[in-house]
């Protein structure tokens, strides 16, 4: 059936300029935006950013210069029916989306703006979340399972004895784990009835978040666009890092049958025509001209274009990225080898080094909805800024296992060194120390991976924002840690990548001023002795966090 493609968004016609019509006397006009007639400042060129992320989505204008002109931001649902469960419900993506499009627009047309304004609109979201759809209807079939969901643990143990496992690495860069969406429909064939007999009937349509929004702003079945870009594509563990392309050997050995189930062609991450417009809305007609996975995007936002460059970003989990140039570079120290980006079909993909660590700004909601720490989660620093330091306290948060560089599925979360002196601080110290503690790790494992030291990190995402965390992140990985004062970098990447497609910028010298001014850089202050016994003191910790789910307990979940 995968050959029987359908029409995509470069199949359709559409009119090449921006159109939006104005009442006058005379009734109904056209203001056409002719790319001829296109202001030259860059102030007055726009572009708008969808990042839709693991808790909430966001819609958000820049303009030329990276400037965040409107923006709306929307949470939704988390479900968490079972204990390792994750999921959200598909409908309610789209629609905290298109609220975020909507409240932004009000804000940007309030300020003297038109719709004909901006010239193209970019999509980042959450990577490995699994979504399936009834291609003929163009429904859901089952709630989207969001990477953070642990329910595959049995069935990863299961694939990690298979003939052709130690393979897969080699060729898709990625470890089998509870992380990638090929495991995670595998579950939902085995265990979805509905979903097993849209396969079985050649009418499972499967993306992840980037194809189901694509799909979605394209007015489903209207247009038919179904597509998904090299860095969602190569999260999935079913595209040849190499080839950037399905691999049929992966395919094989998921038992997935390419003749009976609906896969997103893979395009690059900025391209003029594949992903559509916007059907509907305020936002109607507005090419989308971009698409890339939130870290990824990230990546771009921080203008890390050069081999050697790297991003972490503390969001729900914290995502390490370092762009490695035009040849992956298959990790040999717990890493996943990626797609960095790649901006423009006649542009060589750039490859990353990638660490995940599964808790960092969860670990501060854990806090504050769990423990009762604070009621909103900014005041995290505040509490921290209480005591002078952890008090020996190491929170080892494996709330979903550890991820790279360990891997160990087994682990659950632990807190060593409490004592009767231990207050709320050194908790709260502790929780934003395992990011940076894991963000060492996977520091470490890219230099043994690369050859090549950092000389510092850039950062940005929500626990970014604590000075606290940030200064302990600079004392534990002895290097600068660097904080743009625009904090929406993933957005500013999507925006980025649609302004390469339509024109705005052809080369990245053309960018290597973007975001940089008014920058906060966070240099060591305490000795390397002192660091390395923190180090140390962690490392010994997460030894201890070994066991605590055994392995029936672990194949009894997953069933």
Same mark, same amino acid.
């Given at each position: 059936m995968s050959e029987d493609a359908p029409p995509t968004a470069s199949d359709i016609r559409r009119p090449s300029v921006v159109i939006e019509a104005k009442k006058t006397d005379d009734g109904p006009r056209s203001i056409i935006q002719d790319e001829k007639h296109r202001p030259d400042n860059l102030k007055d060129r726009f572009l708008g950013a969808i990042d839709q992320g693991t808790t909430s989505s966001r819609f958000i204008i820049f303009?030329?210069?990276?400037?965040?002109?409107?923006?709306?931001?929307?949470?939704?649902?988390?479900?968490?029916?079972?204990?390792?469960?994750?999921?959200?419900?598909?409908?309610?993506?789209?629609?905290?989306?298109?609220?975020?499009?909507?409240? !932004?627009?009000?804000?940007?047309?309030?300020? =003297?703006?038109? $719709?004909?304004?901006? +010239?193209?609109? @970019?999509?980042?979201?959450?990577?490995?979340?699994?979504?399936?759809?009834?291609?003929?209807?163009?429904?859901?079939?089952?709630?989207?399972? !969001?990477?953070?969901?642990?329910?595959?643990? =049995?069935?990863? $143990?299961?694939?990690? +004895?298979?003939? @052709?496992?130690?393979?897969?690495?080699?060729?898709?860069?990625?470890?089998?784990?509870?992380?990638?969406?090929?495991?995670?429909?595998?579950?939902?064939?085995?265990?979805?009835p509905e979903v097993k007999k849209a396969y079985d009937e050649g009418r499972l349509a499967f993306g992840t978040v980037d194809t189901w929004l694509l799909y979605n702003l394209n007015g489903k079945r209207k247009n038919n666009v179904f597509v998904t870009d090299v860095t969602n594509a190569s999260r999935t563990m079913f595209m040849n890092l190499h080839e950037l392309k399905y691999d049929d050997k992966l395919l094989e050995f998921f038992e997935i049958d390419r003749n009976k189930i609906r896969l997103p062609k893979i395009v690059p991450s900025s391209d003029p025509d594949e992903f559509g417009y916007i059907a509907y809305g305020p936002c109607e007609g507005v090419k989308i001209a971009s698409c890339l996975g939130d870290q990824s995007s990230a990546l771009v936002g921080h203008c890390a274009f050069t081999p050697g460059t790297a991003k972490n970003t503390y969001g729900t989990g914290c995502f390490l990225l370092y762009n490695v140039g035009d040849k992956p570079v298959i990790s040999k120290h717990g890493l996943l080898a990626t797609v960095g980006f790649q901006l423009g079909r006649d542009r060589q993909p750039v490859y990353a080094l990638e660490g995940s660590v599964a808790v960092a700004g969860s670990g501060v909601s854990f806090l504050m909805n769990n423990l009762g720490f604070f009621?909103?989660?900014?005041?995290?620093?505040?509490?921290?800024?209480?005591?002078?330091?952890?008090?020996?306290?190491?929170?080892?948060?494996?709330?979903?296992?550890?991820?790279?560089?360990?891997?160990?599925?087994?682990?659950?979360?632990?807190?060593?060194?409490?004592?009767?002196?231990?207050?709320?601080?050194?908790?709260?110290?502790?929780?934003?120390?395992?990011?940076?503690?894991?963000?060492?790790?996977?520091?470490?494992?890219?230099?043994?991976?690369?050859?090549?030291?950092?000389?510092?990190?850039?950062?940005?995402?929500?626990?970014?924002?604590?000075?606290?965390?940030?200064?302990?992140?600079?004392?534990?990985?002895?290097?600068?840690?660097?904080?743009?004062s625009m904090h929406e970098t993933t957005a500013l990447g999507a925006a980025i990548a649609a302004g390469f497609a339509v024109g705005i910028w052809k080369e990245f010298d053309e960018l290597k001023h973007m975001n940089r001014a008014n920058r906060t850089t966070f240099t060591p202050k305490i000795s390397p002795l002192e660091s390395a016994k923190m180090y140390k003191q962690w490392s010994k910790a997460v030894e201890m966090s070994r066991g605590w789910l055994d392995t029936s307990e672990i194949d009894t979940e997953s069933i």
């Amino acid at each position: 059936m995968s050959e029987d493609a359908p029409p995509t968004a470069s199949d359709i016609r559409r009119p090449s300029v921006v159109i939006e019509a104005k009442k006058t006397d005379d009734g109904p006009r056209s203001i056409i935006q002719d790319e001829k007639h296109r202001p030259d400042n860059l102030k007055d060129r726009f572009l708008g950013a969808i990042d839709q992320g693991t808790t909430s989505s966001r819609f958000i204008i820049f303009d030329g210069t990276g400037v965040p002109i409107a923006s709306y931001q929307s949470e939704f649902r988390q479900i968490h029916e079972q204990s390792g469960y994750h999921e959200h419900d598909p409908q309610e993506l789209v629609d905290s989306v298109n609220k975020c499009i909507e409240e !932004a627009m009000k804000n940007f047309l309030a300020l =003297g703006h038109s $719709r004909a304004d901006i +010239e193209a609109i @970019g999509i980042t979201s959450q990577r490995e979340t699994t979504l399936v759809w009834d291609w003929e209807t163009g429904e859901p079939l089952y709630n989207a399972i !969001a990477w953070p969901d642990t329910r595959t643990k =049995g069935l990863v $143990r299961e694939l990690r +004895e298979k003939p @052709g496992a130690d393979e897969l690495l080699n060729i898709c860069g990625l470890p089998l784990s509870t992380y990638p969406s090929s495991v995670t429909l595998v579950w939902m064939l085995r265990n979805i009835p509905e979903v097993k007999k849209a396969y079985d009937e050649g009418r499972l349509a499967f993306g992840t978040v980037d194809t189901w929004l694509l799909y979605n702003l394209n007015g489903k079945r209207k247009n038919n666009v179904f597509v998904t870009d090299v860095t969602n594509a190569s999260r999935t563990m079913f595209m040849n890092l190499h080839e950037l392309k399905y691999d049929d050997k992966l395919l094989e050995f998921f038992e997935i049958d390419r003749n009976k189930i609906r896969l997103p062609k893979i395009v690059p991450s900025s391209d003029p025509d594949e992903f559509g417009y916007i059907a509907y809305g305020p936002c109607e007609g507005v090419k989308i001209a971009s698409c890339l996975g939130d870290q990824s995007s990230a990546l771009v936002g921080h203008c890390a274009f050069t081999p050697g460059t790297a991003k972490n970003t503390y969001g729900t989990g914290c995502f390490l990225l370092y762009n490695v140039g035009d040849k992956p570079v298959i990790s040999k120290h717990g890493l996943l080898a990626t797609v960095g980006f790649q901006l423009g079909r006649d542009r060589q993909p750039v490859y990353a080094l990638e660490g995940s660590v599964a808790v960092a700004g969860s670990g501060v909601s854990f806090l504050m909805n769990n423990l009762g720490f604070f009621r909103d989660s900014r005041k995290v620093s505040e509490v921290a800024a209480t005591v002078p330091d952890n008090g020996g306290c190491v929170f080892v948060t494996a709330f979903s296992g550890l991820f790279a560089p360990y891997w160990i599925d087994d682990a659950k979360g632990t807190i060593f060194g409490i004592t009767q002196h231990t207050q709320r601080g050194h908790i709260a110290r502790a929780t934003m120390e395992a990011a940076c503690f894991q963000t060492k790790a996977i520091l470490d494992a890219m230099v043994l991976d690369s050859g090549h030291k950092l000389s510092e990190l850039a950062v940005d995402g929500g626990m970014s924002n604590s000075d606290i965390c940030m200064q302990s992140q600079a004392d534990i990985i002895r290097m600068p840690v660097e904080r743009p004062s625009m904090h929406e970098t993933t957005a500013l990447g999507a925006a980025i990548a649609a302004g390469f497609a339509v024109g705005i910028w052809k080369e990245f010298d053309e960018l290597k001023h973007m975001n940089r001014a008014n920058r906060t850089t966070f240099t060591p202050k305490i000795s390397p002795l002192e660091s390395a016994k923190m180090y140390k003191q962690w490392s010994k910790a997460v030894e201890m966090s070994r066991g605590w789910l055994d392995t029936s307990e672990i194949d009894t979940e997953s069933i």
